[in-house]
Nanobody
Framework: QVRLVESGGGFVQAGDTLRLSCKAS???????????VNWYRQAPGKQRELVAR???????TYADSVKARFTISKDNSRKTVYLQMSSLKPEDAGVYYC?????????WGPGTQLTVSS
């Protein structure tokens, strides 16, 4: 079964560091390795927003709100994409989703919840 599954969310204090993981399964390496993968988040009552993207060649882009605090990385050998988050703020809270296009399908994970206490 082709799927993405996020993990690593939880309850943290403002200023903490946390790493999210997005594990792909059912996707062969020749499809996963060159794929662009995104991390989105959705806070209660707000639209889902793009947080970070990693493109072929390791090119990364970030939302202005997370630049210099978040780092996206991709381990093709583990078929896993990470989102390293530091200096977390209450406004970073929400459900974080992993997304990518594989086999001509837009694939989303079920999400992982992040709560940031001030």
């Amino acid at each position: 079964q082709v799927r993405l599954v996020e993990s690593g969310g939880g309850f943290v204090q403002a200023g903490d560091t946390l790493r999210l993981s997005c594990k792909a399964s059912g996707i062969i390496s020749s499809v996963f390795n060159p794929a662009t993968v995104n991390w989105y988040r959705q806070a209660p009552g707000k639209q889902r927003e793009l947080v970070a993207r990693i493109s072929p060649g390791g090119v990364t882009t970030y939302a202005d709100s997370v630049k210099a605090r978040f780092t996206i990385s991709k381990d093709n050998s583990r078929k896993t994409v990470y989102l390293q988050m530091s200096s977390l703020k209450p406004e970073d809270a929400g459900v974080y989703y992993c997304n990518g296009r594989f086999y001509d399908r837009d694939l989303w994970g079920p999400g992982t919840q992040l709560t940031v206490s001030s």
